[in-house]
């Protein structure tokens, strides 16, 4: 009974804490979470005993950095990334896709220089540069998104001293953004509410914000951080395979008309010719019906997962600010800064607790790109 009581109080208290920010806009939350914390505010402390210093969303560190050679943050996180370069870069769990994708590109711009190109003599120079300088372009781009901290989220871990069952039996939280409700959820793995938009990635083992989807051809997720790399990817990719097609099909055409070939005869003298075409018709495809979608998806502002969810189909979107203001969002606006800094240095616990709720209230940061004037209520529900 006095539990129960004890439970309900803290339940009350936080929702007044939280009905208190009930009039604060999107900007004064960020401001908010500008200042200097405690060491022990922003850390995260890991299954095996370690406090990890967390970047907040100004790039601010901990002072957990005083040991000769320490443990990195990327040597013990918990997620299923794979790390590189001492921890700066970071990929997904699975490499196979980037490979795929990779010898992809490389293989068919090796057949393009050494089978399509090599009758087109009077021009051969300027076409073999412009397609280097495509696939140039398409693989930093695939670098660029397959690399990159798409936008995880810290973890939070409590100490065993904690109190954590009133928590634990929250289970969602109604906010109210520009006077829509929507319904931000517990994630049992981070132990975070997740920000609005944002989602556990089941490969991954993340939560990433603004989560798009996870795209096995780059191996890694799509969230805030690599969007516009991704689109950068997708565009440059179709344009790449629409000029591989068209010289393709011109040598083809050529080839058939000179010797008076027919379609089997010409896939028989010049197969390589013919598999790069067909590869490259399938690729455009693919590419175009991906191209056209996310075209679609920014210009409404909305994510893919949103969409196959529906999310917007019985409210209004509140982040939809117009078609020009949705794609300068989306492409044009500045990133923020990844959460976690992997290459910082971990520190072993001390006996007792190790963050207090701001690491939590840091890690819900309200997803509000140019949507600062929004006006955010929260409420919480037990389930
Ligand atoms: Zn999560
Ligand atoms: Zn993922």
């Known amino acids: 009974m006095a539990s129960s009581f004890h439970e309900r109080s803290k339940s009350k208290n936080k929702t007044e804490d939280l009905s208190s920010s009930s009039s604060t806009t999107l900007q004064s939350l960020d401001r908010s979470q500008s200042h200097i914390p405690e060491p022990n505010e922003l850390v995260w402390k890991n299954c095996l005993g370690y406090q990890i210093p967390i970047l907040n969303c100004f790039g601010l560190f901990s002072s957990a950095l005083s040991s000769s050679s320490p443990t990195r943050v990327y040597q013990i996180w918990p997620g299923r990334n794979v790390f590189f370069f001492r921890g700066r870069v970071i990929c997904g769990p699975d490499p196979r896709g980037l490979l795929l994708t990779s010898v ?105 914000e603004k989560f798009d989807h996870h795209c096995p051809w780059l191996s890694q997720c799509v969230g805030l951080r690599n969007y516009r790399y991704y689109m950068m990817f997708i565009f440059s990719s179709l344009v790449f395979f629409i000029y591989m097609l068209s010289f393709s099909w011109w040598k083809i055409g050529k080839k058939m008309s000179e010797n008076e070939w027919g379609a089997f005869r010409a896939a028989a003298e010049i197969p390589e010719t013919f598999a790069l075409s067909l590869f490259s018709f399938t690729a455009i495809g693919f590419l ?96």
């Open 288 to 383: 175009g019906g991906l191209a056209i979608f996310h075209v679609y998806l920014i210009v409404l502002n909305q994510t893919a997962r949103e969409n196959f969810k529906q999310r917007y189909s019985k409210s209004r979107n509140p982040y939809d600010n117009g078609m020009i203001n949705n794609i300068k969002e989306a492409l044009f606006t500045r990133l923020p800064p990844p959460k976690i800094n992997f290459r910082a240095a971990v520190e072993e616990a001390q006996d007792g607790s190790i963050r207090s709720t701001k690491s939590q209230e840091n890690s819900m940061r309200m997803d509000g790109e140019g949507t600062s004037t929004m006006q955010i209520n929260m409420n919480q529900e037990e389930i």
């Open 104 to 208: 992809s590109v490389f293989l068919s711009e090796w057949i393009f220089c050494s089978y399509v190109c090599r009758t087109l003599l009077n021009h051969f120079v300027l076409i073999i540069t412009l397609s280097l300088l495509l696939t140039t372009v398409v693989i930093v781009s695939l670098i660029l998104a397959s690399t990159r901290d798409p936008g995880i989220i810290p973890r939070y871990e409590s100490s065993p001293s904690e109190d954590i069952a009133s928590v634990s039996r929250v289970r969602s939280r109604r906010i109210t953004i520009d006077g829509i409700e929507m319904k931000i959820k517990y994630c049992r793995i981070c132990k975070i509410f997740r920000p609005p938009r944002s989602c556990h990635c089941p490969v991954c083992d993340n939560c990433v």
